[in-house]
């Protein structure tokens, strides 16, 4: 049945345009494993939270982390032992409340979409992808301290972006990549350590956000377009 036919569709021309949860129930998935996460973790505090890093710093040196080749060499043994969870858990983790609002409201805002647009299957093809580009990318620039979704968002921003050039059925003010891509210019500056925001996930961004347009470009069309 076409998204034009169908009654329940929440995204039309003249109707609502952001879906409910009934609608997204990945991301509602997704949504809720990081909350556990938060209240698991103590906001990222305690030891659970060593069990979601990409690697536990508990188990090498500290200088391990201070050269690629010991990021690697670490990562490698990590994966070898059988902890391949870790890859995507990092995305679960978050810090302070402000962080995982902020990256909910957006992995809602526009994974809702990509889920009910163009299907579930996608969306899970998309966070896949974004979080072991990102993850991948930002352990091994910086180590193991990292976590969040936004990675993740910054993925699904650059997909929804690229691919509504093609097809247009989302819903986004164009204005949200400028802002995405000033901040991710902005995070390699010291500028949000002077804001008290703390170090970025830079390469976590980057990397998510590259991921995003190389599946708009590789993965087929799906949804239709509005007239």
């Known amino acids: 049945m076409s998204l034009e036919t169908r009654k329940s569709s929440p995204i039309t021309p003249s109707g609502r345009w952001q ?3 009934q609608h997204a129930p990945a ?17 990222g505090q305690n030891s659970v939270a060593a069990s979601m890093l990409m690697v536990d710093p ?3 040196a ?8 010991g990021r690697l060499e ?4 990590t994966l070898g032992s059988g902890q391949v969870w ?3 858990t990092p995305d679960f983790l978050h810090f302070s409340w402000a962080h995982l609002i902020f990256n ?12 009910w647009m163009d299907g579930r299957g996608r969306l899970v093809i998309l966070f896949v992808v974004t979080s072991l580009v990102s993850n991948v990318l ?23 972006w690229l691919s509504q050039q093609r097809r247009p059925r989302f819903q986004f003010p164009p204005a949200l990549v400028t802002i995405a891509l000033l901040w991710l210019v902005i995070g390699y500056t010291p500028l949000p350590q002077v804001m008290g925001v703390g170090r970025m996930a830079n390469e976590a961004h980057l990397g998510g956000f590259v991921a995003g347009l190389a599946c708009a470009l590789v993965l087929p069309l799906r949804g239709r377009m509005w007239r």
């Open 19 to 21: 879906p409910s949860p």
């Open 27 to 43: 991301v509602v998935a997704i949504l809720v494993v990081a909350l556990v996460a938060v209240w698991l973790t103590g906001m």
């Open 58 to 60: 508990r188990a090498f």
């Open 62 to 69: 500290w200088s391990t982390f201070e050269t690629f080749g």
């Open 74 to 77: 670490a990562l490698l043994a």
């Open 86 to 88: 870790r890859l995507l």
């Open 104 to 115: 909910a409201v957006m992995m809602w805002f526009l994974g809702s979409q990509v889920e």
């Open 138 to 160: 930002q352990y091994l620039v910086s180590g193991p301290l990292f976590g969040g979704l936004s990675g993740v968002v910054y993925g699904l921003l650059a997909f929804c």
